[in-house]
């Protein structure tokens, strides 16, 4: 959420080809995911990828290299780099949508009082896109429990167990290992738990949506 209000704020300004950067920006998340995810699975290579060609080039030894997708405790954290990545852009253009319906009378009255860029932005901006970023929480929340392409696609859950995530894990005990009632269970319990979520985000939704009226 960081990463998209910053980057909504920045394309939301006026400057020579920001409508190509916008729609550029967002090719990855309309793109097919498991081509993207084979993409970076190129790039994140060990061996001849261009990330790891790149640290070798300013003087990582080969011995030190980090193995990506192929390491345990690195596997996990570069698949969700990844999806943030392609997610992000749905956020961005979210909250891009939500900053024009920002009274332009709201900032020249900030000014006006001598507010300066952080405290516009602090005290104008931020507090009226609270109601836009409580529904991308929620959706992106909901979305994170799905995660199983991107796992797919770029590591298959491996090495190991490292990288498996509960949707993963529902489609292994299911097709794999014929745990049919096992995965049905856990699938209802991840429906039940994105159920609660989703009331408390909506509940929350609703609280700032309430003190935007008054």
């Given at each position: ?6 980057l909504a ?23 097919n ?20 060609a ?15 997708l192929?390491s ?5 954290p ?6 943030i ?9 979210t909250?891009?949508?939500?900053l ?26 931020f ?14 929340t909901?979305?994170s ?6 796992v797919?696609?770029?590591?298959n859950?491996?090495?190991?167990n ?7 894990q ?23 738990f ?6 408390l985000?909506?509940k ?11």
């Amino acid at each position: 959420m960081v990463l998209a209000i910053a980057l909504a704020v920045f394309l939301n300004k006026k400057f020579s080809g920001v409508e190509i950067v916008r729609t550029i920006y967002y090719l990855p998340y309309v793109s097919n995911i498991i081509a993207v995810g084979l993409v970076w699975k190129f790039i994140l290579n060990p061996f001849d990828g261009p990330v790891n060609a790149f640290l070798h080039s300013v003087g990582i030894p080969s011995g030190r290299l980090p193995e990506w997708l192929q390491s345990v405790r690195l596997a996990l954290p570069s698949v969700a780099a990844i999806n943030i990545w392609v997610t992000l852009a749905f956020s961005v253009i979210t909250i891009l949508a939500a900053l024009p319906s920002i009274s332009p009378e709201l900032y020249e009255y900030a000014r006006i009082e001598g507010a300066g860029r952080i405290q516009i932005f602090s005290r104008v901006t931020f507090p009226l896109l609270i109601p836009t970023c409580v529904f991308l929480l929620m959706i992106n929340t909901i979305n994170s429990f799905k995660n199983y392409t991107m796992v797919v696609a770029l590591t298959n859950g491996g090495p190991g167990n490292s990288s498996y995530v509960t949707t993963f894990q529902i489609f292994q005990d299911a097709f794999k290992y014929y745990k049919f009632s096992y995965a049905a269970a856990e699938a209802l319990l991840l429906t039940a738990f994105i159920a609660v979520v989703t009331v408390l985000f909506r509940k929350l939704q609703g609280h700032w949506d309430g003190l935007y009226d008054r």
